[in-house]
């Protein structure tokens, strides 16, 4: 089992900038992980995703180039730096992670995310 809460969501202007953590609880080992959002009358969709393997690091192209995945497997935990933000990056964000050979997945509660224009 693995428990997932995330931090770091808020009220920001477009153009600012938002750090989101997630901490990891209970068995990560082999797990790959990765930060989702859902917007209000949209689905679930992939931002960011940090393998298990070093180095597998994906991006949405919507977010190429303005977020950083970044992940401390020895303190457990997977951040998100956000900046540029625009109104459309508006959400609730999930932290995610799943086993790589199982596919045992885990979700956090979320956090939001609310950029003004």
């Known amino acids: 089992q693995v428990q997932l809460v995330e931090s770091g969501g808020g009220l920001v202007q477009a153009g600012g900038s938002l750090r989101l953590s997630c901490a990891a609880s209970?068995?990560?080992?082999?797990?790959?992980m990765g930060w989702y959002r859902q917007a209000p009358g949209r689905e679930r969709e992939f931002v960011a995703g940090?393998?298990?393997?070093?180095?597998?690091?994906r991006y949405a192209d919507s977010v190429k180039g303005r977020f950083t995945i970044s992940r401390d497997n020895a303190k457990n935990t997977l951040d998100l730096q956000m900046n540029s933000l625009k109104a459309e990056d508006t959400g609730i964000y999930y932290c995610?992670?799943?086993?790589?050979?199982?596919?045992?997945?885990?979700w956090g509660q979320g956090t939001q995310v609310t950029v003004s224009s």
């Open positions: 209970g068995r990560t080992f082999g797990h790959d």
């Open positions: 995610n992670a799943r086993h790589i050979y199982t596919r045992d997945e885990y």
């Open positions: 940090s393998g298990w393997s070093v180095g597998m690091i």
